[in-house]
């Protein structure tokens, strides 16, 4: 690839960079009055969805629903109230050991740890991230 064809790609990546990040801009306007209308006008149906019913198929959607996800996220102290209660405490909770790399430094700092080991522990993980760098 010569020269030229860098800078005509960079141009078209530049572009369609914008119009990408306007497209999904108002995307997501769109996407927030459509759902504030789904909960204004729309009915809960039996498993907790909100639909709209739209009744006309000329943009080849019938509806628009809120799809409603429930995740049992865990209460920790109503879990601790509860196992202890029922003296199940020690039968159900597992320890599980956790490095403390504060302490790691601090032991290489010490010098209880040499920088070989330190980087056979944390090996680094190399990324690359794309940028286009405006002057």
């Not at 010569?2 to 960079?17: P, S, V």
Request: charged residues 30%.
């Amino acid at each position: 690839m010569n020269k030229e064809e860098i800078q005509a790609n960079i141009r078209q990546f530049a572009t369609l960079k914008e119009q990408s990040d306007l497209l999904t801009k108002r995307m997501s306007e769109v996407k927030k009055t459509l759902t504030d209308a789904v909960d204004e006008y729309g009915e809960v149906d039996g498993r907790g969805h909100i639909v709209l019913e739209l009744g006309d198929e000329s943009v080849g959607v019938v509806s628009l629903t809120k799809q409603r996800r429930a995740t049992p996220s865990p209460d920790m102290e109503n879990i601790e109230r509860i196992l202890k209660e029922k003296n199940l405490w020690e039968r159900c909770i597992v320890m599980v050991p956790e490095v403390n790399k504060d302490e790691v430094m601090a032991a290489s700092f010490d010098g209880l740890l040499s920088e070989e080991e330190i980087q056979e522990m944390y090996p680094l993980s190399i990324t690359y991230a794309f940028f286009m760098n405006k002057g």
